[in-house]
Structures are given as C-alpha cells and as structure tokens.
C-alpha cells in the first residue's frame, strides 16, 4: 500500500521560506506525474506546482518563479521549495502523485504572516 506524508510546514513571516517534502513509501508504478495543491479556508483546493515523469514542470501564476518543484527518485520524495512568501500563500498543502492509481497525501499547513 502507499503512503505519502507530507512535512515542513509550518509559520513563517512574509518574505520567508519553507520546502515541503512528500515522501512516498510502497511502489508507485507508471508514475505520470507529482504534484502539490493547496486549500486556503473556505477555497477549493487549487493545483499549485506539477512535475511530469518527463520532467516538465508547471506552475500556478500566483507562485510561478517564487516557487520551485523537484523529486529526488533515489528517495520517492518529491518537494515544493517556497520562497518570497506572502500572506496569501497560507493554506493546507498537499502532495499528489499519479501512477496506476491516484494518491494524495494528508496534508501540511502553512502559514504565512503579514
């Protein structure tokens, strides 16, 4: 069975950085790509980073070229690098990997003060 547990969020003031990790225990075969979404209170969850098998990344335009995707295969971790934070940033981030199945992790909460 697979697992995806996510860790480093937390609070951090505006201008600050975090970097998720999602690592992933158990085989995820025919991986098609990884990714993080995030839901702020009272918002639908969004997508905000994708990173394909083939190693192309895409990015939601509110955190394009502030924030960073990448996995390290060796370790089935695949991770989010945040930087200039703002206040707006501040939502439940989820992992996502999609293979053979769908699997989602169970969450990390960042907060960004202003």
């Known amino acids: 069975q697979v697992h995806l547990v996510e860790s480093g969020g937390g609070l951090v003031q505006a201008g600050g950085s975090l970097r998720l990790s999602c690592a992933a225990s158990?085989?995820?075969?025919?991986?098609?790509?990884m990714g993080w979404y995030r839901q702020a209170p009272g918002k639908q969850r969004e997508l905000v980073a994708t990173?394909?098998?083939?190693?192309?990344?895409n990015y939601a335009i509110s955190v394009k070229d502030r924030f960073t995707i990448s996995r390290d295969n060796a370790k089935n971790t695949v991770y989010l690098q945040m930087n200039s934070l703002k206040p707006e940033d501040t939502a439940v981030y989820y992992c996502?990997?999609?293979?053979?199945?769908?699997?989602w992790g169970q969450g990390t909460q960042v907060t960004v003060s202003s």
């Open positions: 990173l394909t098998s083939g190693g192309s990344t």
């Open positions: 158990g085989s995820i075969f025919s991986i098609r790509f």
């Open positions: 996502r990997v999609v293979g053979s199945n769908d699997y």
